[in-house]
């Protein structure tokens, strides 16, 4: 089945450490986001990407980076520079290009605490 | 400027009465309008979309929404909940030919009390 995968689904850091966060879909698609996700903030985006090796910056990257290496993978690293990481965050996937149906897929999501 | 209201933080309901979430958009464009579904510490679920024609819309699990251009609305209906609606519903608006940026509420919390 077609889909998006993110792993891990639970993620425990420490304070200053860098995290990644894993994001392969198998749909096809162009075009790749990461959004994060806060109670009572709905979804913000934090790096979006049309294209493989291109991408950018959404509402709040400060403390993020991201790589698009392959067209089905979209990895997000949370650096240490995050002030406050602990969120969940949500991989999400949609046809670009020409044609737009504007629908986003989205992954189960990974939760990350920072103790 | 682009930007999604959910008017109601919190929505809750007796089980087989029926509900409207509320959405409301601004935009000086053109818009494609979708409700997405969260179950706890899951993604989200697309419910329905509006691209174009009939301003009714139908979508899973029973539930309808309205696309009015006037008022700029996009309501979200079902005439008679169960216990398993429970859970988050997102507007979320996304520009046409603009490169598919995606504007999207803070969310209404369903609750459906037995």
């Not at chain 1, 200053?16 to 109670?39: F, K």
Request: negative net charge.
């Amino acid at each position: 089945d077609g889909g998006i995968t993110q792993s891990p689904k639970y993620l425990f850091r420490k304070e200053g450490q860098n995290v990644t966060l894993s994001c392969e879909q198998n749909l096809n698609h162009d075009a790749m986001y990461w959004y994060r996700q806060d109670p009572g903030q709905g979804l913000r985006l934090i790096y979006y990407s049309q294209i493989v090796n291109d991408f950018q910056k959404g509402d709040i990257a400060e403390g993020y980076s991201v790589s698009r290496e392959k067209k089905e993978s979209f990895p997000l690293t949370v650096t240490s520079a995050q002030k406050n990481p602990t969120a969940f965050y949500l991989c999400a996937s949609s046809i670009a290009g020409g044609y737009n149906t504007g629908e986003l897929f989205f992954g189960e999501g990974s939760r990350l605490t920072v103790l | 400027a682009q930007s999604v209201t959910q008017l109601d933080s919190q929505v809750p309901v007796f089980e087989e009465a029926p509900v409207e979430l509320r959405c409301n958009y601004s935009s000086s464009v053109s818009v494609y309008l979708f409700w997405y579904v969260q179950y706890p510490n899951q993604g989200l679920q697309l419910l329905l979309k509006y691209l174009s024609g009939s301003t009714l819309v139908k979508g899973i699990n029973g539930f309808e929404a309205e696309f009015n251009k006037s008022q700029t609305s996009f309501h979200l209906r079902k005439p008679s909940v169960h216990i398993s609606d429970t859970a988050e519903y997102f507007c979320a608006v996304s520009l046409l030919n603009t490169g598919n940026q995606f504007y999207f509420g803070t969310g209404t919390s369903l609750t459906v009390i037995p």
